[in-house]
């Protein structure tokens, strides 16, 4: 079992930048494929980035390609998504999330976070 606790969240104006934080407890952390996700209102979750064990591979939605990068520690158990330029159309609430397989598609993930709401004002 893994949990999974998003911090960062926050408003910002546009071409603003955030950092979001996603702390897992246990100790098998580097077990895992680390993934975000986000979805607005009245809107699908959608996914965002994705990080293979190791940190050697990710992969971006093409919406925030070039924009945000997603990283990750595993001495401290903790994925990052660092969100440069943000545009209005990125507000939502972002999720993370723990799989074994490294895909972007949300049913490959297993454990979630409980969100952190990003705001971003135009």
């Known amino acids: 079992q893994v949990q999974l606790v998003e911090s960062g969240g926050g408003l910002v104006q546009a071409g603003g930048s955030l950092r979001l934080s996603c702390t897992a407890s246990?100790?098998?952390?580097?077990?895992?494929?680390m993934g975000w996700f986000r979805q607005a209102p009245g809107k699908e979750r959608e996914f965002v980035a994705a990080i293979s064990r190791a940190g050697v591979n990710t992969v971006y939605a093409d919406s925030v390609k070039g924009r945000f990068n997603i990283s990750r520690d595993n001495a401290k158990n903790t994925v990052y998504l660092q969100m440069n330029s943000l545009k209005p159309e990125d507000t939502a609430v972002y999720y993370c999330?723990?799989?074994?397989?490294?895909?972007?598609?949300?049913?490959?993930?297993?454990?979630w976070g409980q969100g952190t709401q990003v705001t971003v004002s135009s």
């Open positions: 999330a723990a799989g074994s397989t490294f895909m972007s598609a949300d049913v490959y993930y297993d454990y």
């Open positions: 246990g100790r098998t952390f580097s077990r895992y494929v």
